[in-house]
T-cell receptor
Framework: KQEVTQIPAALSVPEGENLVLNCSFT??????LQWFRQDPGKGLTSLLL?????REQTSGRLNASLDKSSGRSTLYIAASQPGDSATYLC????????????FGKGTTLSVSS | EAQVTQNPRYLITVTGKKLTVTCSQN?????MSWYRQDPGLGLRQIYY???????DKGDVPEGYKVSRKEKRNFPLILESPSPNQTSLYFC???????????FGEGSRLTVL
């Protein structure tokens, strides 16, 4: 059974720091992997989607990498800002059909000014 | 603006009183899905639909019903809500295939 783990569970950094959030999954047979951001009491905002054939995706200050063989993905945030404070969730899609995304428990990031 | 819209956003109800949470998307997505989010348990899929008139159970379907009569709408029905259905509910949609999943803002439901 696929399991997704995110470490650390919480992270506090000063503004301007570059940081890496980690996501690991137990079964390398994934269709794609998606990173989301969730603000308290709010919905999930899609940040980046990486297909199984891709190694990385970039959007602005965000860069996500995927290493299927080792079951790992990282989300790199450059020059962090207080507005980046949120919970970041990693989710894997096991196959092409309608099966659920399997989510990690998330990393709660706090960026202080 | 491309979006997934849920209503109501907040609801307090009592045990046994039927309720419907509506979900509508304007992106012409074939696939729609409902999740619930609970502390310590994360996000779990309730039901999904691959297209109009095609629905299937997710991981936690007990106590819920859905219908997909139109492509844009995917309502979640609680016929007889119970306190263990108190949760934060999310509707989501995507293209069939490799598309990313887009979520609504969430509906916080409390069943007393």
């Amino acid at each position: 059974k696929q399991e997704v783990t995110q470490i650390p569970a919480a992270l506090s950094v000063p503004e301007g720091e570059n940081l890496v959030l980690n996501c690991s999954f137990t079964d390398s047979a994934i269709y794609n992997l998606q990173w989301f951001r969730q603000d308290p009491g709010k919905g999930l905002t899609s940040l980046l989607l990486i297909q199984s054939s891709q190694r990385e995706q970039t959007s602005g200050r965000l860069n996500a990498s995927l290493d299927k063989s080792s079951g790992r993905s990282t989300l790199y945030i450059a020059a962090s800002q207080p507005g980046d404070s949120a919970t970041y969730l990693c989710a894997v899609r096991p196959n092409q059909a309608g099966t659920a995304l399997i989510f990690g428990k998330g990393t709660t990031l706090s960026v202080s000014s | 603006e491309a979006q997934v819209t849920q209503n109501p956003r907040y609801l307090i109800t009592v045990t046994g009183k039927k309720l419907t949470v509506t979900c509508s998307q304007n992106m012409n997505h074939e696939y729609m899905s409902w999740y619930r989010q609970d502390p310590g348990l994360g996000l779990r899929q309730i039901y999904y639909s691959m297209n109009v008139e095609v629905t299937d159970k997710g991981d936690v379907p007990e106590g819920y019903k859905v219908s997909r009569k139109e492509k844009r709408n995917f309502p979640l029905i609680l016929e007889s809500p119970s306190p263990n259905q108190t949760s934060l509910y999310f509707c989501a949609s995507r293209r069939v295939g490799a598309g990313e999943l887009f979520f609504g803002e969430g509906s916080r439901l409390t069943v007393l």
